[in-house]
Structure formats: C-alpha cells, structure tokens
T-cell receptor, first 113, second 114 residues
C-alpha cells in the first residue's frame, strides 16, 4: 500500500540556517504530494503541495520539488526563523489509494535564536 | 466557515467507560478522516469516509472503536470500553473530493484514559 517515510527527528538548528527535511514515498499510482505543519496545540495545516512530477510547491519561504525518479519530496528553506519551530508532515494522496491522505511520521523542528 | 469543529477539546475518563468524540466537517466537503496522534506511533489514519460512506477502516485498532457519519455535517468516533492505551490526540479532517485538494484539520480532542 501507499506509504511515506520522513527523516527521523528531532531536528535542531540555529536561526538563519538552511533546512532540509527528507521525504520519500511509495505509491501504486501517481500521487499528489503535500507538506503539512503542526504548531503546538493545533491541528495540521497545509504548507505546500505538488500534483505532478517536477512541480515545485512553495509557501512562506519553504519549497519542495516532486521528484518522480527518486520518489522524493524533500522540504527546504534557505533561512529558518524561530517561528518555524513546529512538527512537519509529508503526505500523499493517490487515486489508486481511494484518495485517502497518508502521512509520514512527522519531523519535529526546533529553531534556536 | 468556522472550519472543522471537534468536541470536546479535552476528555478525561476512567478505564472501561464509553467515550464519544464528535466532528463537524466544513460544509461542502465530501471526505472526512479520523486520525490518532501519539508520540510513539505518530499520526495514524483510523477511518476515512466519502459521501458519508466508510471507504477504508483498516486503521481502526480493534472492535472497541467504531465510527459513524449519519449525515454530511456530523461524524462520531466511539470507544467502548476505553483503555489507558487509547490516550492520544484524535483529529478529524475534511476535504473536497479529489487527490489534489487540501485537507482541513480540527483542533483535536485530547483523550486521557486513567
């Protein structure tokens, strides 16, 4: 079945550092890919998405490119801020998977000033 | 729209008691998901409805868990009897039908079973 694997956390960086959170997926069809973010005490909210190969999703300085050849959707940001501290989830939705939304295990990010 | 509304926000109950969690999805959304989040297991999909019909309940841990969606604006997740290992944050999410559409999450119900 469909699955998503994220890099293990937690990740701790200093402010203005470069961020990469790795995400790879397994899907039977051609999924849409998402990154969601969860701030403390809240539900998840969409950060960005990409719906086909080579698409780049971007929002709030974060970017991720849909790489079909490596089945990856890594999240990057050039200069992180303290306010980016949160848990980040990679997810996919696949027509062959009955359109259910499958999440990775999440990566906790802490940014120190 | 007020977003996905879950109730209660917090629930503390004794082992063996019945617990009912409630969710009101965003109007017009055809798909509804129930997830459970714990430190050990992360975010697990419990059940997924489309047009009020359960499509995939393979994530429901055991017969103690049941979910219903009697109409497009209301869903419940029931645990009977509850056990301490059911302690978690339970999220409801809804989205329009389609693989590309954004899912909107409620703020969750934090369940503690003592």
């Amino acid at each position: 079945g469909d699955s998503v694997t994220q890099m293990e956390g937690p990740v701790t960086l200093s402010e203005e550092a470069f961020l990469t959170i790795n995400c790879t997926y397994t899907a039977t069809g051609y999924p849409s890919l998402f990154w969601y973010v969860q701030y403390p005490g809240e539900g998840l909210q969409l950060l960005l998405k990409a719906t086909k190969a080579d698409d780049k999703g971007s929002n709030k300085g974060f970017e991720a490119t849909y790489r079909k050849e490596t089945t990856s959707f890594h999240l990057e940001k050039g200069s992180v801020q303290v306010s980016d501290s949160a848990v980040y989830f990679c997810a996919l939705s696949d027509l062959q998977g009955a359109q259910k939304l499958v999440f990775g295990q999440g990566t906790r990010l802490t940014i120190n000033p | 729209d007020a977003g996905v509304i879950q109730s209660p926000r917090h629930e503390v109950t004794e082992m063996g008691q019945e617990v009912t969690l409630r969710c009101k999805p965003i109007s017009g959304h055809n798909s509804l998901f129930w997830y459970r989040q714990t430190m050990m297991r992360g975010l697990e999909l419990l059940i997924y409805f489309n047009n009020n019909v359960p499509i995939d309940d393979s994530g429901m841990p055991e017969d103690r868990f049941s979910a219903k969606m009697p109409n497009a604006s209301f869903s419940t997740l029931k645990i009977q009897p509850s056990e301490p290992r059911d302690s978690a944050v339970y999220f409801c999410a809804s989205r329009e039908t389609g693989v590309n559409t954004e899912a909107f999450f409620g703020q969750g119900t934090r369940l503690t079973v003592v």
